[in-house]
């Protein structure tokens, strides 16, 4: 079955209107197997893009090893998970240039490297406000992650041998409970509030709170599948940084190209039918 074919076989259902929500009626209800096609539309679209998009996921391979091998000499390792998931905090950002490779296949434009990068100026200020909100947030999820290790293991160095030692002890399985709980937390507001703001801002000239918004509409009236994709950015990402980092080359250009037709499957356009 191609591409096409699939879209026309799983189209999504007709938002209901008003529906109590403020635009509302801006987002559609769809079915859980428009996950699967928003993976196999990223796909073609890092297909059809050519060196493009591997070669903006190779960035964050530098910078993933570049982070590591910082953290190491500076023996400050404990900060390598917390940076894991501060990369993820992050992710819809970072995937802005490959929402334009998207929305360039979309377009029937040759995908540009160059234009990849300055996908931001399509709606600077409220891009680079997102951005500034999600490197705060990003932020404050590093400063609890010390915060908590210093009152878990007040007495123990903050090296790495030193977490390795407490990482199987019933103090330090009660730190990795919390931490991962506190994870799921931030993790949950970030992709609650982004999921379809980014891509929506770079789309057309919403403001950030308008962006949220909406994007928290797609996730409250598509729960279960929002959730099925959720844990699929998980995982595949999970996946690409289990490889060393190497694997999010692939990985992170396929997620992002999927969250672009996420985006356009979720969200109706000004002129667009539900």
Same mark, same amino acid.
């Given at each position: 079955m191609s591409l096409e074919d699939f879209?026309?076989? /799983?189209? #999504? /259902?007709?938002?209901?209107?008003?529906?109590?929500? #403020?635009?509302?009626?801006?987002?559609?209800?769809?079915?859980?197997?428009?996950?699967?096609?928003? +993976? %196999?539309? @990223? %796909?073609?679209? *890092?297909?059809?893009?050519? %060196?493009?998009?591997? /070669?903006?996921?190779?960035?964050?391979?530098v910078i993933g090893f570049a982070l590591t091998a910082g953290l190491t000499m500076l023996d400050m390792a404990y900060l390598i998970a917390?940076?894991? @998931?501060?990369?993820l905090l992050v992710s819809p950002l970072l995937t802005l240039g490959l929402y334009q490779v998207s929305k360039d296949v979309e377009e029937g434009r040759r995908p540009s490297f160059w234009r990849a990068l300055c996908a931001w100026r399509a709606n600077p200020?409220? =891009?680079?406000?997102?951005? !500034?909100?999600? *490197? &705060?947030? *990003? *932020?404050? %999820?590093?400063?609890?992650? $010390? =915060?908590?290790?210093?009152?878990?293991?007040?007495?123990?160095?903050?090296?790495?041998?030193? &977490?390795?030692?407490q990482t199987f002890t019933l103090q330090g399985m009660f730190f990795t409970a919390f931490i991962t709980a506190l994870g799921f937390a931030f993790a949950s507001v970030a992709f609650v509030t982004n999921v379809t703001a980014l891509p929506m801002m770079l789309d057309r000239p919403e403001d950030i709170f308008s962006a949220a918004l909406v994007s928290i509409i797609a996730v409250v009236k598509n729960p279960r599948v929002m959730a099925?994709?959720?844990? &699929?950015?998980? !995982? $595949?990402? @999970?996946?690409?940084? /289990?490889?060393?980092f190497v694997g999010l080359a692939v990985a992170l250009? +396929? =997620?992002?190209?999927?969250?672009?037709?996420?985006?356009?499957?979720? $969200? =109706?356009?000004?002129?667009?039918?539900?």
């Open positions: 879209r026309q076989t /799983a189209a #999504p /259902a007709a938002a209901p209107a008003g529906a109590g929500f #403020p635009r509302a009626d801006e987002v559609r209800i769809v079915d859980a197997a428009r996950v699967a096609g928003w +993976l %196999w539309a @990223g %796909w073609a679209d *890092m297909r059809a893009a050519g %060196w493009v998009s591997p /070669a903006y996921g190779a960035m964050f391979v917390p940076m894991i @998931g501060a990369f200020y409220h =891009i680079l406000t997102a951005g !500034l909100v999600l *490197m &705060l947030f *990003m *932020m404050i %999820w590093v400063r609890l992650n $010390v =915060i908590a290790f210093a009152l878990f293991f007040p007495y123990v160095s903050m090296s790495f041998a030193s &977490l390795l030692e099925l994709w959720a844990a &699929l950015i998980v !995982l $595949v990402t @999970g996946i690409g940084m /289990a490889t060393a250009p +396929l =997620i992002g190209h999927a969250s672009w037709h996420a985006y356009r499957d979720l $969200v =109706i356009r000004p002129g667009e039918t539900a």
